[in-house]
């Protein structure tokens, strides 16, 4: 060998550099791998989405439902009350339905002509199933027992026909937001086209703003108004005057001019 190395001389020198890590042998030149990479064919162009030989694209997430239409379609497809009850009973995008006992649904005379929407359940509401049955509901009956009208009226003439914009409870009896009164909006729309009554009695704050789109019940109250297509009467719900009972006289005002209005209509 010209280096004068031996064979075993250069034999244990390779071993030691293959101890040492040493995998690959390097030439006597450099290597220019930058030309090396421009040789190289650059690899075909891959087929536009949708093209024969595209991969297949992503598959979109599925969007979530617009609670207000999935009312809306229940509602619609409810002939009777029973069949509203059980859609209101079916529908899963209200998450007040979570911490609910019960739902809340109406009570009363179906044939009856006046009906009473009020706003939410409140815990007595919530455990028995059943609208204004605290003390509030108390007052209440009281109330129309004072102009000859009533819940359980033998006349069904006479009856009245009780519900709540909310089915279920709201947690700690808290306003209901917006969301949650637009999605039951289609429900209380059904249901006043089912019971068909000839006036509707709007009893609070959050009934107001539901069907007729203001607040401010000191104002409204004792003025006729119309909602979907029938005279509408917003009151004092009867859980303000237990809180104010300074405001039973405009209360009573109310009810002479429920029982005027259905005398006219008789």
Not at 6 to 27: F, H, P, S, T
Request: hydrophobic content about 45%; aromatic content about 6%; some cysteine.
């Amino acid at each position: 060998m010209e280096s004068g190395m031996d064979y075993w001389a250069a034999k244990a020198a390779l071993d030691w550099l293959v101890e040492l890590g040493a995998d690959e042998a390097i030439g006597e030149v450099p290597v220019d791998r930058f030309a090396l990479e421009a040789s190289q064919p650059k690899p075909a162009a891959q087929p536009a989405a949708g093209q024969p030989g595209s991969a297949a694209a992503p598959a979109q997430q599925p969007q979530e439902a617009d609670p207000v239409e999935v009312a809306t379609r229940m509602a619609g497809q409810a002939a009777t009350l029973e069949a509203l009850r059980a859609a209101l009973g079916g529908f899963e995008h209200c998450e007040l339905k979570q911490g609910a006992r019960n739902l809340v649904f109406a009570d009363g005379t179906e044939a009856g002509r006046v009906m009473i929407i009020g706003e939410a359940p409140g815990r007595d509401e919530d455990r028995e199933g059943l609208p204004f049955v605290g003390r509030a509901g108390q007052l209440l009956d009281r109330m129309l027992a004072a102009i000859d009208l009533g819940r359980t009226h033998p006349d069904a003439e006479r009856g009245v026909y009780i519900t709540n914009i909310l089915p279920w409870r709201p947690p700690q009896n808290r306003d209901p937001t917006a969301e949650e009164i637009g999605m039951m909006l289609p429900f209380m729309r059904r249901h006043i086209e089912l019971v068909d009554p000839e006036a509707i009695v709007l009893m609070g704050n959050i009934s107001c703003q539901a069907m007729l789109g203001r607040r401010g019940i000191t104002r409204l109250r004792g003025t006729w108004t119309e909602v979907a297509g029938r005279p509408a009467l917003p009151m004092f719900h009867p859980a303000y005057l237990l809180r104010n009972p300074h405001a039973k006289r405009e209360a009573w005002a109310d009810l002479l001019a429920l029982r005027a209005r259905l005398e006219g209509l008789e």
